[in-house]
């Protein structure tokens, strides 16, 4: 067979595209909260999941709802019969019967999945809810972990100067061991703040790629600046009540109580059996026989209590987990919504104009202690005072973001942290 170079790169041309046609889709950079939140509404592996149990469970609905219980059966038979003179003739016979539903058992198999279809909807909304408040906290998170290794890094700028200074004055003989020890202990725990601060960066975006499901050595390249919007929030028990009728796993609970309920009403009624019509034909010694009758099970032997047994358990099962839910879901709210109040306080008592004044105060001691004019133990407190006021800053963002989010999620999604300097960015 000849080698024919345009059937060659046809066929090149043809698997080029196959592979073009299953390369999956890239994740948008750089990516935008917004990006992100859409981007796991339609990649996140715990919402892929809620929707293939959402079809599994269409699929339990649509077996349940049936007409009868069965398909129709068709039995035939046939028989030689041999008469005393020695002839044989032959005997057929057609039967076909067909199960019906009893006692409204086709009903309540209907109800139960029906309903369990209504609470894997409900589940799905409320995850729905939960992951985007997940990803919005790794989002955000990953910016306060930007800023932390942003201002990490100038903290380790000025102190990497300082103790060049007072390396070069210890060795002109100009100052004591004991101001190059302090210049020196504060590069050192410079470098071990920025050794956290990339650790912190390292850790939250892993967190965020693996809630959007992508490749975790991925680069992720985040836009937007940190200004989360303060919350605009009802009154303490209207919001409590607003959450509970929000939570789509409360309204999972609640249909999966009312599935309980149907299954049980038919476990009950299992013991009364389901009738069987039947109609035949036959024909025996040249003679046409036609009737029907109808049949049905004794139930002597299986009586399902068993599954009536079952059935109360599920129940009460189900409604204890309901019940537990309920006042797991206002625990939720009200420890969010504390947790949010008062990291809000925090971070109005620790602004970036704090945080300003003590890199401004660092300087001027520096400058002091450069001079001649302040000792070790000022620049020790300068330094102190600097990097705990960062770290409180910083903490007090991370607690934000995380409490704002916890409440995103304890309400079902009914508050949502807006971060106004991204949104006003896009809109440019």
Known sequence: ????????????????????????????QPLTLDRALQWATEYNPTLRSARIEL???????????????????????????????????????????????????????????ESRLAGARAQLDFLRAAVRARVRAAFLQALVADRAVATAEAVLAVNRDLAAYARRRLDA?????????????????????????????????????????????????????????PLRLPGRNQLLQRAVRRRGDLAAAAKEVHAAQEELKLARRQVVPNLKVFGFYKEEENAQVAGGGVGFELPLLHRYGG????????????????????????????????????????????????????????????????????????????????INTRRDYLDALDALVVAGTDLERATGGLVAMDNAAARSEASR
């Open 55 to 113: 079809r599994r469970r269409e699929g339990v609905r649509e077996h349940a709802d049936v007409a009868v219980p069965s398909n129709p059966e068709l039995e035939l038979e046939s028989a030689e019969r041999e008469a005393p003179d020695g002839t044989t003739t032959s005997d057929i016979g057609v039967r076909l019967s067909q199960e019906f539903w009893i006692a409204g058992q086709g009903e309540l198999r209907e109800a139960a999945a």
């Open 173 to 229: 003989g100009k100052a004591n061991r004991l101001e190059a020890n302090t210049a020196r202990i504060g590069l050192g725990r410079a470098r071990a703040l920025l050794a956290q601060a990339r650790n912190r960066q390292v850790q939250v975006r892993l967190r965020l790629a693996e809630l959007l499901a992508v490749d975790p050595s991925e680069s992720l390249s985040l836009q937007g600046r940190l200004a989360p919007a």
């Open 307 to 386: 599954e009536r047994k079952q059935a109360s358990a599920e129940l009460d099962a189900v409604l204890l987990a309901r019940d537990t839910l309920q006042r797991t879901v206002r625990i939720q709210v009200l420890s969010a919504l504390s947790d949010y109040q008062a990291a809000r306080e925090r971070v109005a008592a620790l602004t970036e104009e704090v945080v300003a004044a003590a890199r401004q105060n660092f300087e001027l001691t520096r400058r002091a202690f450069e001079a001649g004019e302040l000792g070790a133990p000022a620049l020790t407190a300068a330094q102190d005072t600097l």
């Open 1 to 28: 067979m000849r080698f024919h170079p345009l059937l060659a790169a046809a066929g090149l041309l043809c698997l080029a595209a196959a592979a073009q046609a299953v390369e999956p889709e890239r994740l948008p």
